[in-house]
């Protein structure tokens, strides 16, 4: 349950755990400070000034899987991959979340907001190119930051441990006071380092509990864990300590309302995904490790999103040794491969191309995302059908109703 006062002052919600979405939601909706105001002609309800806090295992819990919400896991490690390597084209992002090209400004390819360009990701490629070129060439390249913050973040906690200047910023005064669709919600990152845990705070002026929260959670968890990976030696290992989430302004739109009602709450873990598959980690995955990992997943992604799916596939398996010591990385490839086998019009390679790991039961968002997509698209192929339902409970069980759609039976 979640631990929070809901009558005076800031909402402050403790131990918040994954398995806790839905009464979020519900603590936002129904709360007695919670107003109602419309937003760009919108119905919103808001509540001011929110603080989720999450304990040191629960922060390695970086994905939600609540019953009926139906998230797409792929795509939150996708955009997490984009914001790694300073994407701000619409194309990538869209290409996994189609509904994302709403947010770019007219007659523009590229995202105003984009995050890794601010937090200048980007000024680690510039010899390669990834797709990217195109992009620093044009006239967006001017939100570039002069700096990779990621990496100063790093510097900085490597030399002084006990540091409190480890911040990231994304805001930008020069260029988000005048209209745009796409002005960053997330505001600052701060590290802190304690007693051999690293602590992140994020502050946000604006989060749309319903579409963003649960994949800038999983993002922002996954840059927590990335330095911890860099900052371990073979002497002192670093892990994640508590994750902060504080927001200016925690929202749901009316529009989202009938969706909510429709979610399905998980008392006692009935929804079973982290208790038979603890998530996967990642921070022990050293800096050069990392650095490594992420060019061959820029180009695993670039090429099966082009449809060059063998080639992408044979990235993977010429690599395999990194891959196969970096578990959490081969999940998000293997994932990548697998919607895009999907996107193609190939099925059964989709589902081929996880067979080989889906039985270990460390790969919970491969199998989800499996799941997301063939329930979107209703193609999965009787013969695989058991595939899923013999996850042993990852994914409780699926059945097709009488249009031939996968539907979720709890």
Not at 36 to 51: C, D, W
Not at 98 to 111: L, S
Not at 121 to 146: C, I, M
Not at 185 to 195: A, E
Request: hydrophobic content about 35%; proline content about 4%.
């Amino acid at each position: 349950m979640l631990e929070y006062d809901h009558i005076s002052g800031p909402l402050v919600i403790e131990n918040y755990e994954t398995r806790d979405y839905l009464e979020l939601l519900k603590v936002i909706r129904n709360g007695i400070r919670s107003s109602e105001i419309t937003v760009r002609g919108l119905k919103t309800t808001e509540r001011q000034l929110v603080t989720i806090t999450t304990s040191d295992f629960e922060t390695m819990n970086r994905l939600h899987f609540t019953p009926g919400r139906w998230e797409n896991p792929t795509f939150g490690y996708a955009e997490g991959l984009f914001i790694l390597l300073g994407y701000a084209k619409v194309e990538p992002y869209a290409w996994y979340a189609p509904e994302m090209a709403h947010f770019a400004d007219d007659n523009t390819d590229f995202f105003h907001g984009a995050y890794g360009p601010r937090l200048g990701t980007t000024n680690w490629w510039k010899s390669e190119d990834f797709g990217r070129q195109e992009w620093l060439n044009s006239q967006a390249s001017w939100h570039l930051s002069p700096i990779n913050q990621l990496e100063a973040v790093y510097r900085k906690l490597k030399k002084d441990p006990t540091t409190r200047q480890a911040i990231m910023t994304i805001w930008n005064p020069a260029l988000d006071n005048e209209p745009h669709k796409d002005i960053p919600c997330t505001n600052l990152f701060h590290f802190l380092l304690r007693d051999g845990r690293l602590d992140l705070t994020v502050y946000m002026r604006s989060q749309d509990l319903m579409t963003g929260f649960v994949y800038d959670t999983q993002q922002f968890k996954w840059l927590q864990e990335i330095l911890c990976g860099w900052l371990s030696t073979y002497e002192t290992r670093i892990l994640p300590g508590h994750y902060n989430h504080i927001l200016g302004s925690a929202h749901i739109y009316h529009a989202d309302f009938p969706k909510i009602r429709k979610m399905k709450s998980s008392p006692n873990r009935k929804w079973k995904l982290y208790d038979v598959s603890k998530p996967l980690f990642c921070f022990d995955t050293s800096y050069d490790d990392w650095m490594r990992l992420i060019k061959l997943l820029a180009e695993i992604e670039l090429k099966s999103r082009k449809g060059k799916l063998d080639e992408a596939s044979n990235i993977l398996l010429n690599n395999s040794n990194i891959f196969n010591r970096n578990t959490f990385y081969l999940e998000i490839a293997y994932s990548i491969l697998s919607v895009n086998h999907g996107k193609y019009g190939e099925t059964r390679r989709a589902i081929d191309a996880a067979e080989s790991i889906l039985g270990d039961l460390r790969i919970p968002t491969l199998c989800r995302s499996l799941a997301y997509h063939h329930q979107k698209t209703g193609e999965l192929e009787t013969d695989r059908f058991q595939l899923f339902k013999s996850s042993k409970s990852v994914i409780k069980e699926f059945v097709k109703d009488k249009s031939g759609k996968l539907k979720m039976v709890d």
